[in-house]
């Protein structure tokens, strides 16, 4: 069991927790992945690793949540205890020197893309960023993004907070603008999100880095759900991945495989807020 | 019963195993063979001539000593039946109802020459559903050795490893990277063929009697690498299996609807998904499904394929759809153990043999449609003996399919070879071991089961585990050293 040593509210939808689990952060590092399962009914789902502390065992995960298991975990609090929680999974980012990079995070993409972005500026590049959501209440860590960038643009879809404008229009311009010599470009978010940002550096050959998110069970290439169509086959997402370069991608197959389970998702859902009804009390996670 | 002569035992019939109804057993996930009374298990006893050179024990890959075991059960002394049968194979509760018999021992059996083996199998699982229930053969634990062995992955081989080195004294800790144990007899056989209570049951008794200790969500290769483990331990057993699903190469393979017969078996098994919504992994079959392949895992695949069509039909009204079992060799080659072949028909599967998909075929959305498939012929004996599958010019078709299963065979999982220096592979992936001592070449490190052989049997991978163990067991005390 791994216990939940802090958890914090950035959004209605968005949270953060601190979860003790040494094995994990012992090596676990940027652009890396756990799959936690909350009890015994749970299904096992990946998060990214946002942080991590070696000295105090500890992973700090950020999410959203947009079903059943991501509510339910957002129910749980400071001191209670999730089933299983492996890792570290995945590919560590491959961080060098590269000269001026973008980094893009959108929407709980910003959680991820933050030790990305750190890693590099430590690594000595120029970093710009370039975080969105869809309005300011959805936004956070604006703070942490602009100590370790070197410019840093907020833009929201409703205008509420920032430029009101999706993130792929600053990185138009930052991309056309000459004396910027941008690099190469990391972004993190929605699929449709990725999809845009490899759409709009694609005609420049601005090599792009992108995390996937496909829909996961074991995480550890065994079954394959995960795969993702790229130009010359296909990959296992958490073996292979998460982090692919945009180009290659078969967008319009990602985007499909994430719509499969729909209305199972759903029913998912539902089921859980009746059976919560039912006990009149939240359900707590972990019991 | 009076003692009887060889021409008497000759003259009993095979006792059939009570089944649940096919009709029945559609509509759940219960145990489909019911398993031997013991009135029933000692007369089938009874039927065993106790050759003085059993050939059934040839048959055994583990050579487990039949006639021993059987002339105990039907002396009704069934304690004395588990020490016989533990001498060889630690799991009898499982390989009764899991290993190929007909091909094994009792494909052997001297019985089957003439008419019906002895039912060596269904004796088997008498016993060890009696050990089960009863617990008569304690696992005496030696004396502390002050030696440790990491043994990586759960499953039969796994298992069988932590269990024979515990029981030398040694201090084990078993990895495990999912977040339960038990390998692919918890993940990948379903609960109406091995009832999972059965195998937690014989991994509670490791871990109460014998203290190991199970490091589950420890994925090595990321977790901790082979050579961290060598740091802090004098010896490792790598029981990783074969989990790595194969997708045959042609257009549409990404197409939803398509799925590994892994990640259907693990989304149904491992997650409980026929219980869905009272378990959170949704699992989704359409109407028709094809499953390609005929070996235990596609049996496996279409089994689970009905019963979830049936429940599913039930809740909404509908009639069920139709599974199909889809392989380009014929009924002779199929290679899944003869039982489950025949539960499988029993059940309704619907059998295209000699028959290949070349394209699986998407709507607007990239969700399946169909399947074009050709037709094939058995040409001449390949290097394994069987005859190998000839498309037939000109005989393409459509089928009309919205799930497609693949169980075309599985590989060894690479993850366990990153910063293994010296760890040798074969070219398909598998790793370099000595059959007899399951020794790597890389040293102080073992290995044994599918990771070793392939996709291969339960009681090969225990066999492999017990085999390694007691080399393990030499090597800590000191009596062979490593070359
Ligand atoms: C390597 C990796 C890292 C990830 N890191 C994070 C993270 O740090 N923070 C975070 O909030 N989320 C992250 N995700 C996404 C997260 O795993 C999903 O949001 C989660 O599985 C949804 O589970 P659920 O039961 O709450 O929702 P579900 O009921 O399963 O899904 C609800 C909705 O989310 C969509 N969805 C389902 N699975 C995914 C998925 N894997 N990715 C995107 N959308 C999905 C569905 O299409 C559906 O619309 C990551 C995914 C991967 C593969
Ligand atoms: C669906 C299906 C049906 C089958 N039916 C039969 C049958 O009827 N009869 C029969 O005899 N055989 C059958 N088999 C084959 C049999 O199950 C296998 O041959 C046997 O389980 C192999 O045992 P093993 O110990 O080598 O590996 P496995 O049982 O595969 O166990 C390996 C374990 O190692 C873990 N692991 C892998 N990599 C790592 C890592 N890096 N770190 C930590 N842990 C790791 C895995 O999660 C798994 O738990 C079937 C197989 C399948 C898939
Ligand atoms: S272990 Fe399997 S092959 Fe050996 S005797 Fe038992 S059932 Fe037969
Ligand atoms: S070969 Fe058949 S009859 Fe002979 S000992 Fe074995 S089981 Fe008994
Ligand atoms: S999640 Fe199963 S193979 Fe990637």
């Not at chain 1, 430590?122 to 309005?135: K, Q």
């Not at chain 1, 990725?194 to 880095?209: C, D, G, H, R």
């Amino acid at each position: 069991m791994y216990k939940i040593l802090k958890k914090e509210v950035l959004s209605d939808i968005i949270k953060l927790m601190v979860i003790h689990a040494p094995h994990v952060a012992r090596k676990a590092k940027a652009g890396q992945f756990i799959i936690v399962r909350i009890n015994e009914f749970g299904e096992r789902i990946p998060l990214t690793i946002a942080d991590y502390d070696r000295d105090a065992g500890t992973i700090t995960i950020i999410f959203q949540e947009v079903g059943k298991s991501t509510m339910q975990l957002g129910r749980m609090e400071t001191g209670q205890e999730i089933s299983s929680f492996a890792g570290p999974l995945g590919h560590p980012t491959e961080i060098e020197n590269y000269g001026t990079v973008v980094c893009v995070g959108g929407g709980v993409g910003i959680a991820p893309i933050y030790p990305i972005a750190r890693s590099l500026k430590e690594a000595g590049n120029s970093v710009i960023s370039i975080i969105g959501s869809r309005n300011k209440d959805l936004l956070f860590w604006e703070d942490r993004m602009r100590a370790v960038s070197d410019e840093l643009i907020v833009c929201t879809d409703d205008g509420s907070y920032g430029r009101r404008s999706l993130v792929t229009e600053p990185l138009k311009e930052l991309i056309e603008n000459a004396d910027k010599k941008v690099a190469r470009v990391w972004a993190i978010g929605p699929a449709i999100m990725m999809k845009f940002v490899s759409l709009a550096t694609a005609p420049y050959n601005v090599p792009t880095t992108v995390s996937l998110n496909t829909i996961m069970i074991d995480g550890t290439g065994m079954c394959g759900g995960c795969r993702v169509l790229l130009e010359d086959g296909a990959r296992f997402v958490c073996v292979d991945g998460p982090e692919f370069d945009a180009h290659k991608v078969n967008w319009d197959s990602l985007l499909s495989r994430l719509q499969f389970y729909r209305k199972e998702e759903r029913a998912a859902v539902e089921h859980w807020q009746h059976k919560c009804r039912l006990e009149g009390a939240p359900e707590e996670g972990g019991k | 019963m009076a003692e009887l002569n060889q021409k008497e035992r000759m003259k009993i019939k095979r006792h059939d195993m009570p089944n649940q109804d096919p009709l029945v057993r559609r509509r759940n996930y219960d145990e489909v063979a019911l398993g031997y009374s013991e009135a029933t298990a000692k007369k089938e006893a009874e039927r065993c001539l106790q050759c003085k050179d059993p050939k059934c024990v040839q048959g055994c890959p583990v050579g487990v000593l039949i006639p021993q075991f059987i002339k105990a059960l039907r002396e009704g002394d069934m304690v004395k039946a588990v020490e016989w049968m533990k001498v060889k194979n630690n799991l009898p509760a499982i390989c009764g109802r899991v290993c190929p018999q007909e091909t094994q021992c009792e494909g052997n059996c001297i019985l089957g020459k003439k008419g019906e083996p002895v039912a060596i199998g269904r004796l088997e699982r008498f016993v060890g559903d009696f050990e089960l229930a009863h617990r008569t053969c304690p696992l005496a634990k030696a004396a502390p050795t002050g030696k440790n062995a990491a043994v990586v992955g759960s499953g039969p081989s796994g298992l069988t490893c932590a269990v024979d080195l515990g029981r030398e004294g040694h201090k084990v800790t078993l990895f495990e990277s999912l977040h339960g144990p038990g390998g692919v007899l918890v993940y990948g056989i379903p609960e109406f063929r091995l009832p999972k209570r059965v195998v937690y049951g014989e991994i509670n008794y490791a871990v109460e009697c014998l203290g190991i200790d199970i490091k589950i969500d420890h994925v090595i290769g990321r977790t901790f690498t082979l050579d961290e483990l060598l740091n802090d331990y004098d010896a490792v057993f790598l029981g990783t299996g074969a989990g790595l699903p194969s997708f045959m190469r042609i257009p549409g393979i990404n197409l939803n609807g398509v799925m590994s017969a892994n990640e259907f078996l693990t989304r149904v098994n491992l997650m409980k998904g026929y219980l869905f919504p009272q378990y959170d992994t949704p699992v989704k079959v359409g109407r028709k499904v094809a499953v390609i392949g005929a070996g235990n895992v596609a049996m496996d695949a279409v089994r689970c394929s009905l019963r979830l069509q049936t429940l599913h039909s039930r809740k909404t009204n509908e009639l069920p759809g139709e599974v199909h079992m889809v392989y380009r060799r014929s009924r002779d080659e199929v290679p899944a153990r003869e039982e489950e072949f025949h539960h499988a028909g029993e059940e309704g599967v619907i059998f295209d043999f000699l028959t290949n998909p070349v394209e699986i075929l998407g709507d607007e959305k990239g969700n399946v449609k169909g399947m074009r498939c050709i037709r094939m012929r058995l040409g001449e004996p390949d290097k394994s003996g069987r005859r190998s599958p000839v498309p037939i010019e000109g005989s393409e078709f459509e089928m009309e399919v919205d799930t497609v299963i693949m169980a075309l065979g599985t590989s060894p999982n690479p993850l366990v070879f990153v910063e293994a220096e010296g760890l040798e592979r074969t070219k398909h992936g598998t790793a370099v071991a000595d059959p007899e001592t399951g020794r790597t070449r890389k040293m102080r490190v073992w290995a044994g089961g599918d990771v070793v052989t392939g996709a291969a049997t339960v009681i090969s991978a225990m066999g492999a585990g017990k085999r390694a163990a007691a080399d393990i067991d030499k090597f800590l005390k000191g009596e062979a050293p490593w070359q």
